[in-house]
């Protein structure tokens, strides 16, 4: 800008300024870019007033390019002396003011000025410029006027400083008034940047809007000449867009419309452009698009009707110039276009002579490499000829492929050679030397080769497609690097000429990362390398899963060339600027390149660095993918430590990753992290005597801990953690067994059946890849078997700490367990069935099952007396039920499973025990499919036992199973077996299938078995024998309030409502107090979970609200609370049926519209629950909400 050329401290503009300097002997030096020593005495500057000739020439030293206009502007305020008047003018006193550094006073002198409406030209510029206002500590006003150079304050690019950076108090007489001060300044430069801002916008649109003009010109007739949509155009768009949406109510469209453009004011037009005039809306245009451009023929045929042979021979001709001028334009357009392409084409080949020369140069200058066992088998020679380049043996691959001669290992990062990196600052273009070879810390473990394959598998790197190939090999020599640039470079090309679109300029990062990785790893500078590292990692903003993976499969390729040290000096120093980006994809691609990166880092790096940014990262990021790759990561970092202490701090991390929120995290430590965990401890020997107790002492601290609640979300964590590590305790079972000398790999080994084991959360949890191969398992499988069957456990310890430590503490615990705890219950079942099923059917037969029998004793001496045996009422029951006796699905498994259940049964049935042990089991075992057939045989051994107990207590089984099972097995097997029940003596045992009989009214479709059940409870309820039957009364209510809300609406309709409505009558007259209040204790609650469902108003007029009075003239005598409660459901229900004369009332007669089912039931009566005995609370619970 011109006014930033303006020096304020180096311009006197009147005499008496010279005058003045004239006296105090100052010495003005003049810019060594001033050429002349300026104009003559016939200055046409000369001034004519006071303040004119300042203006004029401050006006000429703004727009003077150079210093040159500085010294004409001092030798002519040298020329005013003898013209000006003796008085001192406004502009001397601005000068003095400014060259004094008088900001405050200088700035009220021009706030009055313009008050006065004399603005001062002088003062308008000066606090015009940003620049002005740069703080210059240190340096006096005298050294500033000498400092006009190229190198000079003035000479710097435009500065976004302003009067706000100044420190007033400096300059200020008044500190008090400092505040004041600067709220002034600030509002003057605001007011300053407005009108800036104004004067530029104006620019700038009217040049964009002459500049779509000419383009509507040349492309109106030749869309395909377009070019990409300029700022005003889209703008322009925007708004138009924006204003279509909210004119059509597509409002959410609009908002998010704007959310993407927040740096537009879709409200004001005048943001767009301010000479623009507002085209007309979207809908107009669209009408309007087809009519804009009419051709002239129709225009002649239209306006004039005449035919074509009566035009004019003039006019046509005019048409066919404006044709032939408009196909002119076209070519010359393409004719530019080509010649662009041309000059970028020369360019680049220009590019590419220049680099083939560098390359020439190199190899003149490289000497002949050693020879060794990774060197070429022919060695080079000045009288060999030359040989053609080949693409092979001269990059480093980590796709699996290897180089010809030495073929890298699974299990070990191979050894390579890379070119010395050591240059001095002296050689800029060193010659590459030969590579010396690299050697990695290989760690001291004994991971089998696909155990450790499996576990970098979860390093997610690109090496498939053609740029993953690229970049996964380094060139090591000059013509690796040719060969490396004539490959990328056509890639890259046509990318640099479309790099417009942000999906383009993406692919073209990615093209690049193999050109940053070689000039990376063959740079000489470690500076330069550093700085294209950072270039790497930063390459794109926020990268996808394939970018990461290109970038990391470049890293994994810069390390196994360069080295660990390198690798530890240059890489991870770019991981860690990183690992608190803003951007998770940042953070993610951190959290991969340290998994990635850990088999070729040093080894001390790799458990102490590298770990604790992992452990960083999982305690504090937020980002649930990040931390689940920072899990995996940990995982390979546990695959190659070595170092012993840090195995507390792995364990803290598992525990750490295992209470985490998010389901992915918990994931991944089951799938990679505790095997690769697991795999470690097993090597120090710490599987059996201190990881699996640790977690067994947590799970019994946590049992000790919850007596009053257990928290079983912990209780979760830990067995399953526990789980995870079956697989590697088997492993250590069969790997230290007395056969492992036997084994023998050579013949015919037969396969492993598909159901030997349970199906494995991921490949490191697969048995055979633990130890090897499955060939290996195989050969293990059957020695194992054989080893059980017929030579016992001597001397396998392995085997023994299993079943002498492990299964005790196990069961005991199982007995500890909340038997109501359905989760808990669950989760022991899964761990016991995965554990038996993983050791096999010898082992459960041999070990696992007698255990049990030991603790259950199920032996008819202990059947009077359950104190010695209260074990039958504990969680043991139903984990042995489904998590042992279920492993195994044959005929003799089978029938072990229904033997069991049915002594259990007739055990707690005949001692008057609780039966929750038993119902566990039925629940556990019922919500698989495959066990129905089998659990209805056990309750039909039940039903046909001689004692009544026994029955009650099948007839109570029936109703945990009906849920998930077949309307036809219901049909064929259950209804037959209740009705049998009910044919049967004894009152108890009728009274206990009226459970079932309702599940089934609530979960069968089929009219006919509907109908059987109906007449069933309908005989209970009519037939004289149970008039006096008090508990079956209250089953019934009890099971009416239960299904009636989900059963069939005829069903309820026609039966439960005005049955209930005949039990609340009938209770009137009830003489026994204790049993009257039993039954309408029962009502209240059936008509308060009824209350939820549609009732017609025929229903309601003669059956409900008749019962309700019934129950409230029980209540009124026994429990006053329930009674002002009552008297609100009528009269709630009584409002119901006289707005049903007008209209169709919203909703239902449900007290709380919006519950249905048992939830509704649930929530109705915790709030009835709640209330106090209040009468006014009570009453306005039920009022209508107005």
């Not at 040719?482 to 679109?501: E, S």
Request: charged residues 20%; proline residues 6%; aromatic residues 6%.
């Amino acid at each position: 800008m011109a006014a930033g050329n303006v020096n304020p401290f180096n311009l006197s503009d009147s005499e008496d300024e010279a005058d003045q300097r004239a006296e105090d002997g100052v010495h003005i030096e003049k810019s060594p870019s001033v050429g002349t020593q300026g104009p003559s005495s016939n200055n046409p500057f000369s001034p004519q007033a006071d303040a004119e000739p300042s203006a004029l020439l401050v006006s000429s030293t703004r727009t003077s390019p150079s210093v040159e206009g500085i010294s004409v502007s001092v030798a002519a305020a040298a020329m005013t002396v003898a013209l000006a008047e003796t008085r001192v003018s406004v502009d001397v006193i601005a000068a003095q003011l400014i060259r004094d550094h008088y900001i405050l006073t200088a700035l009220e002198f021009h706030t009055e000025l313009l008050e006065s409406g004399r603005e001062l030209p002088r003062l308008r510029d000066y606090f015009s410029n940003p620049g002005n206002f740069e703080r210059q500590t240190g340096t006096p006003p005298a050294c500033k006027e000498q400092g006009l150079g190229p190198g000079g304050p003035l000479n710097r690019a435009g500065s976004i400083s302003t009067l706000d950076s100044l420190d007033f108090a400096r300059y200020s007489d008044d500190g008090n008034r400092e505040s004041d001060e600067r709220v002034a300044v600030l509002e003057f430069e605001l007011r300053k940047a407005k009108e800036t801002i104004q004067a530029l916008r104006t620019n700038l649109t009217q040049a964009a809007e002459s500049d779509t003009q000419e383009r509507n010109k040349n492309y109106s007739s030749h869309p395909e000449t377009q070019e990409p949509i300029r700022p005003l155009e889209k703008r322009a768009l925007n708004f138009l867009v924006n204003e279509y949406l909210l004119k059509n109510e597509y409002k959410l469209s609009a908002i998010t419309f704007s959310d993407e453009n927040d740096d537009q004011d879709f409200e004001l037009w005048d943001d767009v452009g301010l000479n623009i005039p507002k085209p007309p809306d979207l809908l107009q245009i669209y009408r309007n698009c087809g009519s804009a451009l009419p051709s002239p023929r129709n225009t002649v045929d239209v306006a004039v009707g005449v035919e074509s042979g009566e035009l004019t021979g003039n006019y046509i001709t005019q048409k066919s110039d404006l044709l032939q001028q408009q196909q002119t334009e076209v070519v010359e357009e393409l004719e530019y276009q080509i010649s662009l392409l041309n000059e970028e084409k020369q360019s680049l080949a220009d590019y590419i002579k220049k680099l083939q020369s560098e390359i020439q140069s190199l190899r003149r200058t490289v000497s002949p490499p050693p020879h060794d066992q990774g060197s070429q088998p022919n060695p080079p020679s000045s009288s060999t000829p030359p040989q053609p380049l080949l693409d092979n043996g001269q990059y480093l691959d980590i796709r699996g492929t290897s180089e010809p001669d030495k073929p890298p290992t699974e299990s070990t990062p191979p050894t390579q050679t890379i070119s010395n990196p050591t240059h001095t600052s002296s050689q800029p273009h060193a010659k590459l030397k030969s590579r010396g070879t690299v050697v990695f810390d290989q760690p001291n473990r004994k991971l089998s080769p696909a155990f450790q394959q499996a576990l970098l598998s979860f390093c997610k790197m690109s090496a498939d497609s053609r740029l993953g190939a690229e970049v996964s090999r380094i060139a090591d020599n000059e013509e690796s690097v040719m060969l490396m640039l004539g490959r990328c470079l056509p890639h890259i090309v046509p990318n640099v000429l479309l790099a417009k679109r942000e999906r383009m300029v993406a692919h073209l990062c990615q093209e690049l990362i193999p050109l940053i990785l070689c000039t990376a790893c063959l740079h000489p500078e470690p500076k330069e390398r550093d700085q294209l590292l950072h270039i790497l990692f930063n390459l794109i903003k926020r990268p996808d899963d394939e970018q990461r993976q290109m970038i990391l499969t470049g890293c994994v390729a810069f390390a196994r060339h360069v080295g660990p040290t390198r690798v530890e000096a240059e890489l991870l120093p770019q991981c860690w600027e990183q690992i608190n980006h803003k951007y998770p994809e940042r953070r993610l691609l951190v959290a991969e390149a340290c998994g990635a990166l850990a088999p070729y880092l040093p080894k001390e790096i790799r458990s102490s660095l590298v770990l604790s940014m992992l452990q960083q990262m999982l305690a504090e990021d937020k980002a649930d993918m990040v931390r689940e790759a920072v899990v995996k990561s940990l995982a390979i970092i546990m695959g190659y430590i070595d170092d012993p202490d840090k195995y507390s701090q792995g364990f803290e991390l598992m525990l750490l990753s295992l209470g985490d929120p998010s389901e992915r995290v918990v994931s991944a430590i089951h799938q990679v992290f505790i095997p690769a965990f697991a795999a470690w401890t097993t090597e120090l020997g710490n599987l059996q005597t201190t990881l699996i107790p640790s977690l067994l002492a947590r799970i019994e601290k946590l049992l000790k801990q919850g007596e009053h609640g257990l928290d079983e979300h912990k209780l979760h964590m830990f067995l399953s953690a526990l789980q995870s590590l079956i697989p590697p305790l088997f492993s250590v079972v069969i790997q230290n067994a007395p056969f492992t000398h036997r084994v023998n790999l050579q013949g015919d080994i037969p396969p492993i059946e598909v159901t030997r084991f349970p199906r494995p959360a991921s490949p490191l949890q697969d048995i055979a890849t633990i130890v090897g191969s499955r060939e290996t398992l195989s050969a293990l499988l059957i020695l194992y078997d054989y080893q059980l069957e017929h030579e016992g456990t001597t001397g396998w310890d392995s085997l023994l700490w299993v079943v002498n430590q492990l299964l005790p503490q196990l069961i005991d615990i199982v007995g500890r367990i909340n038997v109501a705890s359905t989760t808990c219950v669950h989760e022991f079942s899964r761990f016991f069935w995965r554990l038996c099923r993983t050791f096999g059917k010898i082992f459960t037969n041999t070990k696992v099952k007698p255990q049990f029998q030991e603790i259950l004793r199920l032996s008819e001496e202990n059947v009077d007396a359950l104190t010695g045996n209260g074990i039958l009422t504990k969680a043991t029951v139903p984990i042995y039920a489904t998590g042992v006796l279920t492993c195994y699905n044959q005929d003799e498994d089978r029938k072990l499973l229904v033997g069991f259940l049915e002594d259990v049964m007739t055990t707690l049935s005949l001692s008057h025990a609780p039966l929750d042990s038993l119902k566990a089991s039925f629940v556990e075992l019922g919500a698989n499919p495959v066990y129905h057939e089998l659990l209805l045989t056990v309750l039909w051994y039940g039903v046909v036992h001689t004692s009544a107990l026994v029955r009650c207590t099948a007839a109570r089984m029936f109703e945990l199973i009906l849920r998930g099972m077949s309307e036809a097995l219901i049909d064929r097997r259950v209804a037959p077996a209740l009705i049998t029940l009910c044919s049967g003596p004894e009152f108890s045992v009728r009274i206990s299938t009226i459970p079932a009989f309702g599940t089934i009214m609530e979960t069968v479709t089929q009219k006919e078995l509907l109908e059987r059940v109906k007449m069933q409870l309908a005989s209970f309820l009519e037939d004289p024998q149970y008039q006096d039957q008090h508990s079956l009364h209250m089953e019934i209510i009890r099971t009416f309030g239960r299904v009636g809300p989900n059963a069939e609406p005829r069903f309820r309709d026609e039966f439960v409502l005005p049955h209930l409505h005949k039990l609340a009558l009938g209770n009137n007259v009830q003489a026994t107090e204790s049993k009257r209040i039993d039954i309408a204790t029962q009502l209240f609650e059936a008509y308060s979970a009824l209350s939820c469902c549609f009732i017609s108003e025929e229903l309601m007029v003669n059956h409900f609200l008749p019962g309700l009075r019934c129950l409230r003239t029980d209540m009124e005598q026994l429990s006053p609370e329930h009674e002002v409660i009552l008297s609100s459901m009528i009269k709630e229900g009584e409002m119901k049926v006289e707005n049903r004369g007008i209209g169709q009332a919203e909703g239902s007669v449900s007290i709380a519209a919006s519950l249905v089912g048992e939830d509704a039931k649930t929530k109705f009566l915790s709030k009835m629950g709640q209330l106090t005995t209040s009468g006014a609370m009570l009453a306005n619970v039920f009022q209508r909400k107005k």
